[in-house]
């Protein structure tokens, strides 16, 4: 195990910690505040209140949440169940995870690249039915990601053609890497009108599949471009939330400051944005019920900026430690050696059986904390359409923080 979580490398030596490069990233709900739609663009009625809905309330249906127990999925999934006209309905290859909060909604499992598995699923659906697409498939190679990722969506359409299935709406999430932050600094704000980048990347080709799909069923499809996903996922390694719990659970247990480990534009020159998973999850619930965000992209994100300067001693807070000056340290490799003692962590306070590995991804964490540069969408556009939710991100992360505790995730 290293000696010291804040023995860092030289400044300037070794290769330079690597880009982000994956589809990111539980807390009380934050109360959203109201946006005056800005002029221009997309607008909501005039006499529809924020993000009230055109659908008939009086229909209960069924929402399916394919990949509804990740990180999205489970934001997904919180504002299905607080919804009276929603059913709930989640399918993926794992088991409903009971650990993940007591989700007691239907679930099916079945693996999407399983064509037969997943038309089994589906057929056991009664309409109407509107679907959120939310799986993911980690591979390091673009081309085989771009496969494997376009044969999940498109299995799960074919299912949905066999079933003869009344679909409403389908929402497909995707993320801010369709505008390129993975290959460096890119325009800012980052609107929904703006040019592709050179792919491969899967995302483009599943808009592209589900674009064509909707167009010959004469059904309203919705892309949303969240960033930085924040909520709890049992499994999910690539968290940035677990990655900020087990960072200032280690130093806390170490008695030691808590230091920030990025780069030093990262912590103090750049803005960065995140994405509430709960607020996702209700701005899915909106897109299936609203005309206007059919057959449109929409970022979504918290409607704030921040810096991690600023954030930090809310961090260290928490943790009960001190908050002290940057020292960046290679994450992935200084924190590889602590699973033996997060595991004594966890015998001690009792807390829930986790590995250190499936936990958190350390070279994850480390690419965020080294993004050197603006990551801003805009999201006057999903505004102007009737999405008014915002929350702030101070308050996302710490409540995330806190339902972790509350769970026995951490101490």
Not at 177 to 183: F, I, N, T
């Amino acid at each position: 195990m290293p000696s010291d979580l804040a023995k860092a490398a030289s400044k300037g030596s070794g290769p330079r910690p690597t880009r982000l490069s994956d589809r990111s990233l539980i807390g009380p709900r934050v109360e959203s505040s109201p946006i005056a739609p800005a002029t221009g663009g997309i607008r909501a009625p005039a006499d529809r209140a924020p993000n009230e809905l055109e659908t008939d309330m009086t229909e209960t249906r069924t929402l399916l949440i394919v990949g509804g127990h990740g990180v999205a999925g489970g934001g997904i999934l919180r504002a299905a169940k607080a919804d009276a006209g929603v059913r709930p309905v989640t399918v993926s290859r794992r088991s409903a995870p009971g650990e993940s909060g007591g989700l007691d909604s239907g679930h099916i499992a079945a693996d999407l690249l399983d064509g037969a598995a997943i038309r089994e699923a589906v057929a056991q659906l009664d309409g109407p039915v509107d679907v959120a697409f939310a799986a993911y498939a980690e591979h390091a190679d673009a081309n085989e990601a771009t496969r494997i990722n376009l044969a999940m969506l498109r299995n799960l359409l074919d299912a949905l053609d066999a079933a003869k299935t009344s679909i409403g709406s389908v929402v497909l999430v995707t993320g801010a890497k369709a505008y390129g932050p993975h290959l460096g600094p890119y325009k800012t704000p980052a609107k929904e009108s703006d040019p592709r980048v050179i792919g491969p990347l899967f995302y483009y080709d599943q808009v592209d599949a589900l674009r064509e799909w909707a167009d010959r069923h004469g059904v309203g499809w919705t892309e949303l471009r969240p960033d930085g996903i924040i909520g709890h996922s049992v499994g999910s390694p690539m968290n940035l939330l677990h990655g900020m719990a087990a960072y200032g659970t280690i130093s806390a247990e170490l008695g030691l400051p808590l230091r920030f480990p990025g780069h030093p534009d990262t912590w103090s020159r750049v803005l960065h944005q995140l994405t509430d998973s709960d607020m996702l999850g209700r701005s899915v619930v909106w897109a299936t019920r609203s005309d206007a965000a059919h057959n449109e992209a929409f970022n979504v994100t918290n409607g704030d900026y921040f810096r991690w300067a600023h954030l930090w001693p809310e961090l260290a807070k928490f943790f009960d430690v001190e908050a002290d000056v940057p020292k960046p340290i290679p994450l992935a490799t200084q924190m590889a050696g602590y699973g033996k003692l997060w595991k004594d962590i966890g015998k001690r306070h009792k807390l829930r059986s986790t590995t250190w590995e499936a936990f958190v991804s350390w070279g994850f964490v480390e690419a965020v904390w080294n993004i050197d540069y603006d990551l801003v969408q805009s999201t006057v556009k999903i505004r102007q359409a009737g999405f008014q939710d915002s929350v702030d991100t101070h308050a996302s992360i710490i409540g995330h923080l806190g339902r972790l505790r509350e769970a026995s995730f951490i101490p």
